[in-house]
């Protein structure tokens, strides 16, 4: 399937074995290629279980082949399109879907296009080209082809990737020019999510006694006594038992308790940062290159490291 020439509208695969045509289909259908957009033949020697004989496929030779290639069909739900199956004049014994299931099953009843290549010529490929896949065709492999307009690469693209070959690229191998081999591999795909039963965190009140003691400064009064010798006269004669008395004061300690605030604590949630790391086992492809005979091999470059 190359990709340089943009003018094409059509894309062709040729598969090796039905099972990557099948494939092939199946991405086909899933990136959003239409039924009618898509066709399918392959030589059959046994029939296919579900499909739908030639002979019993309707007649709309008036038609012609013209009008299924401007159309398409899709039929049935096996492969997402519909399979026919029976013997097609100048072919044999073949299945064939959709777009070239309805061209071949006109040309049973007598379109007069008849056979693959005039399928393919009508989807607007090239007589040297139509002659190519027909003979593919009775080489026993499976056609598939896809009516993309402005997807054509991406088609083509798809095609390739589940192992078809088309005119342009198996002809620059037979001729012996440059091929790319694909090696793939798997990587790691990762997802994330948040699981919101990971913990929690709970603050609690208790209330906890303890002695405190503080130093309070206080004041008292005490009577202070000072006695001296003197020798005078005394005012009265009269010597008498007298008595004096001086009140004395101190200060007082009450005790009392109130309640204040000491500490103020906040509570709240933040996103942190963190690494994890996860493992699995992948595959890759590699090359193994053998020679035969005196054949000579040199290579250049070197593996890339896998992801």
């Known amino acids: 399937m190359a990709t340089t020439t943009t003018s094409r509208t059509t894309a062709v695969g040729v598969f090796r074995t039905r099972e990557e045509a099948q494939k092939a289909v199946s991405e086909l259908r899933r990136l959003g290629f239409k039924e009618a957009d898509i066709g399918v033949a392959s030589r059959d020697g046994k029939g296919v279980a579900g499909a739908t004989k030639v002979k019993d496929a309707g007649t709309k030779a008036a038609t012609g082949a013209a009008a299924g290639v401007a159309t398409g069909a899709g039929v049935g739900a096996l492969w997402g399109l519909g399979i026919l199956s029976g013997l097609i004049p ?36 090239s007589e040297t080209e139509a002659k190519y896949y027909e003979k593919e065709f009775k080489a026993g492999r499976t056609i598939v082809t896809v009516k993309a307009g402005r997807r054509y690469d991406e088609a083509a693209a798809v095609l390739r990737r589940f192992g078809a070959y088309d005119h342009e690229t198996r002809t620059a191998a037979t001729t012996g020019a440059d091929r790319t081999v694909e090696l793939r591999s798997e990587r790691l795909k990762v997802d994330k999510e948040t699981d919101t039963n990971a913990g929690a965190v709970k603050l609690k009140k208790r209330v906890r006694t303890e002695r405190r003691e503080i130093a309070v400064p206080v004041e008292s009064e005490e009577v202070v ?13 009269d010597i008498r ?55 000579r091999v040199r290579q250049t470059g070197g593996p890339r490291k896998s992801r």
């Open 241 to 295: 038992a007298e008595e004096v008395r001086i009140p004395v004061s101190r200060e007082k300690v009450r005790v009392g308790k109130e309640t204040v605030v000491r500490e103020e604590v906040k509570v709240g949630k933040r996103k942190v940062a963190g690494t994890r790391t996860v493992g699995a086992d992948v595959r890759r492809e590699e090359l193994v290159v053998e020679s035969e005979g005196r054949a």
């Open 225 to 237: 006594i000072e006695r001296r010798p003197v020798r005078r006269r005394a005012t009265s004669g």
């Open 90 to 125: 100048g072919i044999g014994p073949a299945i064939a879907g959709g777009t070239l299931g309805m061209l071949l099953s006109s040309a049973a009843a007598g379109a007069a296009a008849a056979g693959l290549a005039g399928a393919l010529i009508g989807l607007g490929l």
